[in-house]
């Protein structure tokens, strides 16, 4: 794929699985968790749309690429296991 082909070739691909974990959202996590299971959902989205551009769009990554996704990833695990006292 080169410039210009991989939005109408790779974004519906690349869509699907991302939206797809998004549909029942709202109907399966009790209203207490759900800005956890947000949570876990962003780090999850920007990740894996960094590791989608490097596949489908051969994209590069430099540090700030990796790093940001890191602190991302990092951010949602600090979110999702910390201790609570309920």
Same mark, same amino acid.
């Given at each position: 794929m080169g410039p210009g082909h991989a939005p109408r070739v790779a974004a519906p691909p690349g869509k699907l699985p991302l939206f797809s974990q998004a549909i029942p959202a709202g109907q399966a996590v009790p209203d207490d968790n759900f800005g956890r299971f947000l949570a876990a959902?962003?780090?999850?989205? @920007? #990740?894996g749309s960094i590791a989608w551009?490097? @596949? #489908?769009?051969?994209?590069?990554?430099?540090?700030f690429d990796v790093i940001g996704a890191l602190v991302c990833l990092a951010g949602m695990a600090v979110i999702m296991y910390a201790p609570r006292s309920h």
């Amino acid at each position: 794929m080169g410039p210009g082909h991989a939005p109408r070739v790779a974004a519906p691909p690349g869509k699907l699985p991302l939206f797809s974990q998004a549909i029942p959202a709202g109907q399966a996590v009790p209203d207490d968790n759900f800005g956890r299971f947000l949570a876990a959902y962003g780090g999850i989205f @920007v #990740a894996g749309s960094i590791a989608w551009g490097m @596949v #489908a769009d051969g994209y590069r990554l430099d540090r700030f690429d990796v790093i940001g996704a890191l602190v991302c990833l990092a951010g949602m695990a600090v979110i999702m296991y910390a201790p609570r006292s309920h």
